[in-house]
């Protein structure tokens, strides 16, 4: 079954700690938290202080995306504010190897992340030392864009290497995921899907949790 990781950023910022509460009431199973530093992405969200509020009002996993400049600097630091998992995007490193170690090093999971205007090769050479590989179905930044189909192709590159070495790595599709596209998700590879807009602005959070969660 696919699990569904809803977005805070679509969530209250006035209100915050309702968000894992009500991720957690909704059957949602990972709470993903969008880190933006404002320079590898135009847009700021929030960094270490949030995960570490977050973290006493939830026993589900927290799943942090570093949308960062210089990711290795920080890594330890969301580890250590109670990540459950750190993803980062390789390009925006320049030590990509040294993140995954010291994320490895702080028992948490790791993985690393394919924006939707860069090429697989930037994953690839990771694949068999991460847990999670995160394929972006919308470019990084912000919430309630719309779905490029267009990136699955990257997924489904991912889920062909994966079967054919057997790692065991999660395949984790980020941006414009909703119902009505889930089946392509799955059917690209998908063991995670994250959804913002789809689950926080749904009439029925639960229901839109459910539905995907095939
Ligand atoms: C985009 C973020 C996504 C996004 C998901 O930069 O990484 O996690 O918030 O939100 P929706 O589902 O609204 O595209
Ligand atoms: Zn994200």
């Not at 950023?9 to 968000?19: K, R, Y």
């Not at 006493?56 to 109670?82: N, Q, R, W």
């Not at 984790?172 to 392509?184: K, R, S």
């Not at 998908?190 to 839109?208: C, I, M, R, W, Y």
């Amino acid at each position: 079954m696919i699990k569904v990781a809803p977005s805070i950023l679509s969530a209250d910022f006035g209100h915050m700690a309702d968000a894992p509460v009500n991720i957690e009431k909704w059957g949602a199973d990972i709470v993903h938290c969008d880190v933006m530093d404002g320079v590898y992405v135009p847009n700021i969200t929030f960094g270490m202080p949030m995960v570490k509020a977050l973290r006493p009002h939830t026993d589900l996993p927290l799943d942090v995306h570093l949308m960062i400049t210089l990711p290795e600097k920080y890594v330890g630091k969301f580890c250590d504010a109670g990540a459950d998992i750190v993803t980062f995007h390789p390009e925006a490193s320049a030590d990509p190897w040294g993140a995954l170690r010291e994320i490895k090093s702080k028992g948490v999971k790791c993985g690393v992340v394919v924006n939707a205007d860069q090429p697989f090769s930037v994953v690839e050479p990771f694949l068999g030392d991460i847990d999670m590989l995160v394929v972006m179905t919308v470019q990084a930044g912000f919430g309630g864009q719309s779905f490029k189909e267009e990136c699955l192709e990257k997924a489904r590159l991912a889920d062909k290497i994966k079967k054919e070495k057997g790692y065991a790595f999660d395949i984790e599709l980020d941006g414009g995921v909703c119902p009505a596209n889930i089946e392509l998700c799955k059917a690209a590879g998908a063991t995670v899907v994250v959804a913002g807009s789809a689950v926080f602005k749904a009439e029925d959070p639960a229901a839109a949790v459910r539905a995907m969660q095939i």
